[in-house]
């Protein structure tokens, strides 16, 4: 150990905390000059369009995961982690709060990342969605709603088949078949969709579409169903993995990534397979036009959507919604969520790691089929962080649910301490409302998206190599000289830098926000002071589950 510990300009231990770093933790770095500007815990601004709507219970994790308006336009429904919001769109205000917990059977239940409908029941209207409770279970819940305050209806659960450990519910579709109305329930964990009697539960029929399936629409007839990992592999097929409760086809020579994704044809009445089409990488969101003509796929890994004709179910076209593509050689803008404008000539889609809304204009398809003819994006409207859906109002505004708001900024008092505790977990959830006529800023709005992913920092380094260029730290470039030879990355989850060194005088830290200083951290205390510790630097994931992903990966997809 005395070898290493004198051999400082060769090795170095790393301390980077993946966590949230609140505005007292960020302080020694000069604040946005742009008051509409907000600085994200993990490195990034954000200047969203139109107004942001916040919401949440503080003492939890919040977030916007995906959203519905009503049939009547009077309220938009929000499928939040642990409730259902609702949200007037009269005056853009919260009026009831659904909590999961409220329910014996769905305490300690999460919403899943999107499955959330408005159903017309004789009634009156409800809401349905899935989610995810303890011990496996997993559950479609509906609650009624009457205008001022919801109550639970009907819940369905649904057991985890073979080796997965919850079923784990996603996209649902309520349709009326004759005199009966059929509940379709895509599951992502069984690799399987089902068709319920909607009063009697009955099963009626239960199809496998293929590996992780996730997003559900009816067109022409049929349903189409996105699967994340593709079709099953074949028996004699050697590159496959887990992931996690069965296996998938997977590309070896790209880090055993999957290497591709499907939508299934499924005819309604029975269930049979009746077509399967590869699509792009990590299928998710899929919609079908009001005529069913077409229907629209984000595919959140190929940075790109699908359009499938209905009529023949081939694909149509692929359209890329990447962020400056004639300069851009990186993936990862992570299309999720879509919506088409009212005439159907624009459609919206939720670019997550943009934090934006991409705008296409789309090709007139009721003209012949012309290679000169294509949807092009015209440009991109930025939200809050992590778009997750898009829907557009008959009265021309856009709701932007935003999976992670503004980060994690929240402080809790503890009790042990006069100390505020502020944890990566603990953040509010927003809904961004664009009024379309904002589309006249169209082009000053792609510039501040551009502006706000700092592109150009990430092409610099890929630049050339100089000679004789002093080693530094972090180079400028790939491939210019280091002062280290090697680093030793130690992660602390979900903690901030002053919660746990801000008692180090030597660092930029806030002491009074220190809660696990020396006399309860003594060893990563140690090695700090005999290694060197980093102030104020900051790692892209704001926790745990992406913040690792992107220490080993880069990105984290939805």
């Known amino acids: 150990m005395q070898k290493v510990i004198e051999m400082k300009n060769y090795f170095l231990a790393l301390f980077i905390l993946t966590a949230s770093l609140t505005q007292a933790q960020i302080s020694p ?17 954000i200047q969203p369009a139109g107004i942001q709507i916040s919401f949440g219970d503080a003492s939890q994790e919040n977030h916007a995961l995906d959203a519905v308006i009503s049939p009547d336009g009077k309220w938009l429904a929000v499928e939040e982690r642990f409730s259902i919001v609702f949200i007037s769109t009269a005056d853009n205000k919260v009026a009831f709060v659904l909590r999961n917990s409220l329910q014996p059977s769905l305490r ?7 499955g959330i409908i408005w159903h017309m029941s004789k009634t009156g209207p409800e809401v349905w969605w899935s989610l995810a409770g303890s011990s496996g279970r997993s559950f479609v819940a509906s609650a009624g709603w009457d205008g001022v305050k919801a109550e639970f209806g009907r819940i369905f659960e649904y057991q985890p088949e073979q080796d997965a450990e919850t079923a784990l519910p996603n996209e649902i579709l309520i349709t009326q078949e004759g005199r009966r109305e059929f509940l379709y329930v895509v599951l992502n964990g069984n690799n399987k969709i089902v068709k319920q009697d909607c009063k009697s539960g009955d099963t009626i029929w239960v199809a496998d579409p293929g590996v992780a399936p996730y997003g559900l629409t009816m067109a022409a007839g049929k349903l189409y169903v996105t699967n994340w990992a593709g079709r099953h592999p074949l028996p004699d097929d050697k590159e496959v993995a887990g992931i996690p409760w069965s296996l998938a086809r997977v590309n070896n020579k790209a880090g055993g990534s999957t290497r591709e994704g499907s939508v299934t044809v499924i005819k309604p009445s029975n269930g049979r397979i009746l077509k399967e089409l590869v699509v792009g990488l990590h299928p998710n969101e899929i919609i079908s036009d009001k005529e069913g003509k077409f229907v629209y796929v984000t595919n959140s890994n190929s940075d790109n959507i699908t359009v499938i004709n209905t009529m023949t179910d081939e694909i149509d076209e692929t359209i890329s919604v990447r962020l400056q593509p004639d300069i851009n050689p990186f993936f990862g803008d992570s299309p999720n969520g879509l919506c088409l404008s009212t005439d159907e000539k624009t459609l919206f889609v939720a670019n997550g790691m943009d934090n934006a809304i991409a705008v296409i204009k789309l090709k007139n398809r009721a003209l012949p089929t012309d290679e000169k003819q294509k949807s092009t994006v015209e440009g991109f409207l930025p939200t809050g962080a992590y778009p997750s859906s898009v829907i557009m109002s008959d009265k021309g505004y856009l709701y932007v649910s935003n999976l992670e708001a503004e980060g994690a ?14 944890n990566s977990h603990n953040m509010m ?4 409302v664009i009024p379309l006529q904002d589309m006249k800023n169209l082009t000053a709005y792609t510039d501040t998206v551009i502006a706000l992913n700092d592109l150009s920092r990430a092409l610099s380094g890929r630049e050339k190599p100089r000679e004789s260029v002093e080693p530094k730290p972090v180079p400028d470039r790939i491939g210019e000289p280091s002062v280290f030879k090697h680093v030793v990355y130690i992660i602390k989850e979900n903690k901030t830098y002053d919660q746990v060194f801000g008692d180090i005088p030597q660092g930029r830290g806030d002491s009074s926000l220190c809660i696990f200083g020396n006399s309860i951290t003594p060893n990563i205390h140690r090695l700090a002071k005999q290694f060197g510790w980093m102030d104020n630097y900051y790692a892209s994931g704001k926790s745990s589950a992406e913040g690792h992903q992107w220490t080993d990966a880069a990105i984290v997809s939805d």
């Not at 770095?29 to 601004?45: F, K, M, T």
């Not at 300690?108 to 999107?114: C, E, I, L, P, R």
């Not at 900024?409 to 502020?422: A, C, V």
């Not at 959830?429 to 961004?432: K, L, T, V, W």
């Open 29 to 45: 770095s000069p604040l946005p000059a742009d008051p509409r500007q907000v600085q994200l815990p993990y490195n990034r601004l």
């Open 429 to 432: 959830a927003s809904i961004s």
């Open 409 to 422: 900024r929240l402080g809790i008092p503890n009790p042990r301490t006069t100390n505020i505790i502020y």
């Open 108 to 114: 300690g239940g999460m919403n899943t990342y999107s």
